[in-house]
């Protein structure tokens, strides 16, 4: 089993940044790649991006390219996802989410583990 906590969220104005971390305990959080999905209300969950284990190969959503960074500290495990030029569009919950597939997958069915969630709200 592995255990994820979100932090971070919060309200922020448009074109603001807040950073997410997602703290994992239990099995080795480095035998895993991880993801973050976000899920606005009325709408189906969506991928916004992953990290290979090793922090080496990173894969985002086309829309979030260039304003998100996700990346990785497994000496601490946690996971982080640094988002800039907030858009009032990106308003949802996000999720972390940990699988065993290499590489990681943009597939939500493909994960193993999900936290909790942290809601993030960006005003007009």
């Known amino acids: 089993q592995v255990q994820l906590a979100e932090s971070g969220g919060g309200l922020v104005q448009a074109g603001g940044s807040l950073r997410l971390s997602c703290a994992a305990s239990?099995?080795?959080?480095?035998?895993?790649?991880m993801g973050w999905f976000r899920q606005a209300p009325g709408k189906e969950r969506e991928f916004v991006a992953v990290?290979?284990?090793?922090?080496?190969?990173?894969y985002y959503l086309d829309s979030v390219k260039g304003r998100f960074t996700i990346s990785r500290d497994n000496a601490k495990n946690t996971l982080y996802l640094q988002m800039n030029s907030l858009k009032p569009e990106d308003t949802a919950v996000y999720y972390c989410?940990?699988?065993?597939?290499?590489?990681?997958?943009?597939?939500?069915?493909?994960?193993?583990?999900w936290g909790q969630g942290t809601q993030v709200t960006v005003s007009s």
């Open positions: 989410a940990a699988t065993g597939v290499p590489g990681g997958s943009s597939r939500f069915r493909e994960y193993d583990y």
């Open positions: 239990g099995r080795t959080f480095s035998n895993y790649a």
């Open positions: 990290i290979s284990w090793s922090g080496g190969s990173t």
